[in-house]
């Protein structure tokens, strides 16, 4: 980072240069805040016959033989003595240069866990040194880089050696901050985090709660505060189209609905319909329960923007999902004169040149999957991005659907509750309104867990209950390990109950099936000329057929709570008294018994998300599936909550009082990665 805020890229040959952008090391700036994510002792030596054995040590001894053995496998088997024992070093993938380092009569250090093997002391793979009798041990601790393929920790230790000699390690914290945090300053923190000094004991420097720790982690969630309130000043800053009704199409939506809206959907409209009128975009997040009834509320967000003449676009994260949007958007607007276009994948060609067409023309709704935010895919006028299930999609895409218009205001949903840290973090660029209430006269749902050894009454159950005009749905187990075993699964549960039950339509439905097939399939359920639809997870989200009151799902014990939540969400959305039955087989683990327990016994999903998280504690509410990349590298949202709170509050004083300084922090932390943030 220099003082033009160019960065200094890293001075290392092409290929290894290439090699380092993989793992995001891309500038000097880069490389100073790449740290060790642990630390090894190479400063002593241990004689191999007192090598505690399971921990890591360092040995120096004598090569008495190299072989390449080749059973029970190929390997390179390297003997050596010190003055205390013999050492086996067994490697199982080599290459020559490495073979000739092991020469008879050289010295060698190496670093790694001592085992006891077939003859006596052994390391796999250790880490090794040629090196003669004279060759001073090294006086710091060594740190272990988090590398890739090709790239040796010796390189990096090399490299970073010098960016830190070199580079720029200017402090961009503005003093009475540090000062009232109490935090060290940055240059000592980052030359004592990759250099420890000689006699730093190794628990000290793996305590994340050391204050150079603490003042790089303070640094990454500034960062990335200062980035998320960056984008919020900017969005402020931009324009976005003013959409107020111009005519009465949302009222007439509502005159046609078979019901009236419920309180907290009257709210969340309000809300959301003042923001649109705002010059500036919309960025709003509407939580709520599967089954609040989230649908109707875009819809008529995407009557106002219709109305003032502007484009709505629609896009789900599955098509099944999508196509169902499309039918109850078109089944509500079409007869109010709104034409409303289908983007999917699986759309063939000419039916596609269609549908671009028309959206490019000005389509006023275009409901869709993925294929919405593809290359090719043009808006004529979009004025508002709705995105459903807003959790299923990666940061990268909700902002290419953003980029599709000049500056749409943008409406995202989800029945999946965020959790606290995260609202502040990820998310606190996200104004967010919650459905806290469900639509009325649902009868609550029945969850009854039963053994597998009674699936026999279940499938009595079901033909019962179809006997009455209900459907049901039968989802199969999942089967992480292997979709092929999975989708065996799926065949021969609907082969199973088509001969149980004789008479009944049984359909089936799984994500091998092509997009058409799979829609024809909905369609025929949706329609009611399918009694019993044995599904994979593919049904998990979203679909909406009210005439639908069971869900059966087999070995229930291997979901997780939110899918089952979802799942069960499947049902109970007619007037009909609903039930969902859990088969579970025996014997239960602990974690899956807790699931268990909770999904019975809970049917609130904020409940539920919250007992979740309990059990599995913050981590996979934010993958790196949802978040696009892991942007937090050091700190952790939950441990370091105090520093979140902090980051805050100076983040909002530095872009006001100190914009350089919050511009080279930036500059530091994220580079170019600071645009994913903003979606
Ligand atoms: P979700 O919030 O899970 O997306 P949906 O929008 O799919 O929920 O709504 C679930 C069902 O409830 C749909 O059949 C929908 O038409 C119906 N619904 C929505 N709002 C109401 C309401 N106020 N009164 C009665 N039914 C409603
Ligand atoms: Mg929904």
């Known amino acids: ?95 020559p240069s490495q073979q000739a380092v092991f020469a008879v009569g050289a010295r060698v250090r190496a ?129 976005a189209p003013v959409l107020v009704a111009r005519d009465d199409l949302g009222a007439r939506l509502l005159d046609q609905l078979p019901f009236g809206l419920t309180g907290a959907q009257l709210r969340a409209m309000a809300e959301i319909a003042d923001d649109l009128a705002q010059p500036y975009p919309m960025q709003r997040l509407l939580q709520g329960d599967v089954g609040a009834g989230k649908t109707i509320v875009a819809a008529l967000a995407a009557c106002q923007a219709i109305s003032a003449g502007w484009q709505a676009a629609f896009m789900a994260p599955t098509e099944i999902l999508a196509e169902q949007h499309y039918l109850k958007l078109k089944d509500w607007l079409a007869p109010l004169g709104v034409e409303v276009a289908w983007l999917s994948g699986s759309l063939k060609s000419k039916a596609k040149r269609e549908q671009l067409a028309a959206t490019a023309a000005g389509a006023q709704l275009v409901v869709g999957t993925h294929a919405l935010i593809q290359d090719g895919v043009d808006f004529a006028r979009l004025g508002l991005a709705i995105v459903d299930e807003q959790h299923r999609f990666g940061v990268a895409q909700r902002l290419a659907l953003r980029k599709k218009g000049g500056n749409p205001h943008q409406l995202m949903m989800s029945a999946t509750p965020i959790p606290r840290t995260l609202a502040m973090s990820y998310y606190a660029d996200l104004d967010v309104t919650v459905l806290d209430e469900l639509p009325p006269g649902r009868t609550p749902i029945k969850t009854r867990l039963v053994a597998d050894s009674r699936r026999d009454d279940v499938v009595g159950f079901v033909r019962k209950l179809v006997e009455e005009g209900r459907q049901a749905y039968w989802v199969c187990p999942l089967i992480e390990e292997s979709e092929a075993l999975q989708l065996q699964t799926a065949q021969d549960t609907y082969e199973t109950l088509l001969a149980d039950l004789p008479g009944l339509t049984v359909g089936l439905v799984h994500g091998r099936l092509k997009a058409d097939e799979k829609q024809a399939v909905m369609a025929a359920f949706a329609a009611g000329e399918i009694d019993v639809l044995v599904a994979t997870t593919v049904i998990e989200v979203g679909v909406d057929v009210p005439n639908a009151s069971l869900m059966v799902i087999e070995h229930a014990e291997r979901f997780g709570l939110s899918q089952l939540h979802q799942l069960r969400g499947r049902v109970g959305r007619g007037q009909y008294e609903s039930s969902c039955v859990l088969i579970y087989a025996g014997p239960l683990g602990e974690i899956a018994r807790q699931r268990l327990k909770i999904i019975f016994e809970n049917t609130d999903g904020f409940e539920i998300a919250r007992q979740d998280l309990q059990i599995r504690g913050p981590g996979e509410f934010v993958g790196a599936r949802q978040s696009g990349v892991p942007l937090l590298r050091y700190a952790d949202l939950e441990l370091d909550a105090d520093l979140v709170e902090m980051a805050r509050t100076v983040a909002e004083e530095m872009l006001a009082r100190h914009p350089q300084l919050a511009e080279r922090h930036l500059e530091r932390w994220l580079g170019s990665r600071e645009e994913l943030l903003k979606a």
């Not at 490299?159 to 961009?172: C, Q, R």
Request: with cysteine; charged share 25%; net charge positive.
């Open 111 to 239: 670093f790694g866990e001592v085992r006891s093997g077939f003859f006596g002391a052994e390391m796999v793979h250790p880490r090794f040194r040629k090196v003669d009798a004279e060759t001073p041990l090294p006086t710091e601790m060594t740190p272990v880089y988090p590398s890739t393929a090709g790239v040796a920790n010796s390189a990096l230790q090399k490299l970073i050696g010098k960016a830190l000699a070199v580079g720029d390690l200017a402090e961009t914290l503005p003093d009475e901050v540090r000062q009232s945090l109490k935090l060290p300053g940055l240059a000592r923190s980052l030359r004592f985090l990759h250099q420890p000094p000689p006699g730093t004991d190794l628990d000290t420097l793996h305590a994340r709660n050391h204050p150079a720790w603490r003042r790089v982690k303070f640094d990454e969630v500034l960062a990335q505060q200062l980035s998320l309130r960056r984008a919020y000043l900017a969005r402020r800053e931009q324009g």
């Open 1 to 95: 980072m220099s003082a033009s805020g160019a960065a200094v890229p890293i001075r290392a040959p092409e290929a290894l240069r290439k090699k380092l952008a993989k793992i995001g090391l891309h500038s000097e700036a880069d490389l100073l805040v790449h740290l060790p994510l642990r630390y090894e002792d190479e400063t002593r030596l241990t004689p191999v016959a007192r090598a505690p054995w399971g921990e890591a040590v360092q040995v120096e001894v004598v090569v008495s033989s190299c072989e390449v053995q080749f059973r029970p496998r190929r390997q390179m088997v390297v003997r050596a003595l010190d003055d205390s024992g013999e050492l086996t070093m067994r490697f199982f993938s080599f290459y």
